[in-house]
């Protein structure tokens, strides 16, 4: 019975210990809730474990109208309720960092090469004279296609009925300069890899993520819908509990559960920055401030040449945000949804700030 008490105690000790620790992250999502949307939620893991899980949830009466018109756009009934580490919903460009990782583990087997050239694989980019971009130059955004804006592109994806049909799009859009001295932040490069693994993997995208991310990354939530095309640059839809799997295998170099989804190399390969001096920056989002690019992500501290990244992240359109801390040895990812962007990035840069000085002191 002593025993007992005693654990008692101790895991009392240790949970008021951790809360007392986060004080000034609690504050800062109490004091941020409203403008990002009225409702936010965080995990931090670290050595191995959840150390962090907190829900501010304060929807006011525009913020639910908001929601009930994009959810109307969208053919679906609002969800209004608070939100938890299993709460659903779209996380755009958080997509990003999925679908790269997808893609390596073709790589990985050997059936893809990095240096690959799409038109062995999808001959009308090549009857375009797009056929040379190289697979590192879909995953990076330097195929210097020029694209349509987001909407457009959008709205035209959701009226195909097979992945040709975006490939024959894509083909016909005008270059903006040669591959791979161009980077333009959009979902071309990444739909172009999307459709080559699935003429390597015979199946489509969306089966491919499942089979080989999602199932043995636990991620019982997530998946990129069941539209005819996927869109692997922002289609998916996820959860807290099920981002946090996928952001602990990349902070462990590729394995999770002890079961090796991604090879180190691959791990490495992605976080290497690849806007170098001889790269025009057509376009990047704001928010994006001065970081660099790998696959599928940003690498946060901008490192130039053959060298991993201290933190990486692929932070959504609606607001959500995940990263990986290398040097810190932890991950987090926060979940939103709000629209307007100004001020996103700075938001980002503090609440990180705050966690690494917390995780530091302890």
């Known amino acids: 019975m002593k025993r007992l008490i005693f654990a008692v105690l101790i ?19 109490a004091n941020h809730v409203e403008d990002m949307g009225g409702r936010v939620f965080l995990l931090i893991y670290k050595d191995g474990r959840i150390v962090y899980s907190h829900a501010e949830n304060e929807l006011n009466a525009k913020q639910k109208m908001l929601n009930k018109i994009i959810a109307k756009r ?19 460009s958080c997509s990003k960092w999925l679908s790269a990782a997808l893609v390596m583990t073709f790589v990985d087997e050997g059936k893809l090469k990095l240096t690959d050239t799409v038109g062995e694989y999808l001959p009308i980019l090549s009857q375009h004279g797009k056929g040379k971009i190289t697979i ?24 195909f009925n097979h992945m040709d049909d975006a490939m024959a799009s894509i083909a016909v859009l005008p270059m903006e300069g040669v591959p791979g001295k161009v980077f333009h932040y959009s979902n071309t490069g990444l739909q172009i890899a999307g459709a080559v693994i699935e003429k390597i993997g015979n199946k489509s995208f969306e ?16 998946d990129f819908g069941n539209g005819k095309v996927a869109l692997p640059a922002g289609g998916a839809s996820s959860t807290p509990n099920d981002y946090i799997n996928f952001l602990t295998m990349v902070l ?19 976080q290497i920055n690849r806007i170098t001096e001889e790269v025009t920056i057509a376009y990047a989002p704001k928010e994006a401030g001065h970081f660099g690019y790998g696959f599928g992500e940003w690498v946060m501290d901008k490192t130039t040449g053959v060298v991993q990244s201290k933190s990486v992240s692929s932070p959504g359109l609606f607001g959500s945000f995940p990263w990986v ?6 991950s987090a990812f926060l979940m939103a949804f709000y629209l307007k962007s100004d001020g996103r990035g700075e938001k980002y840069a503090e609440l990180k700030k705050l966690i690494d000085e917390e995780l530091k002191s302890n």
């Open 207 to 222: 089966a491919l993520f499942q089979e080989r991310i999602a199932k043995p990354l636990a991620m019982k939530n997530t």
């Open 325 to 330: 801390n290398n040097e810190q040895k932890y």
């Open 252 to 270: 462990n170099k590729g394995t999770f559960n002890g079961k090796r989804i991604l090879s180190e190399k691959s791990i490495f390969e992605m």
């Open 11 to 29: 895991l009392l000790c240790t949970t008021n210990l951790n809360a007392q620790h986060f004080v000034k992250v609690d504050t800062w999502l």
């Open 136 to 159: 590192s130059q879909c995953l990076s955004h330097l195929t210097a296609i020029k694209p349509p804006s987001l909407q457009e592109n959008l709205n035209e994806m959701r009226g």
């Open 74 to 92: 969208q053919g679906k009934s609002a969800d209004l309720s608070d939100y938890t580490a299993d709460t659903r919903q779209q996380i755009a």
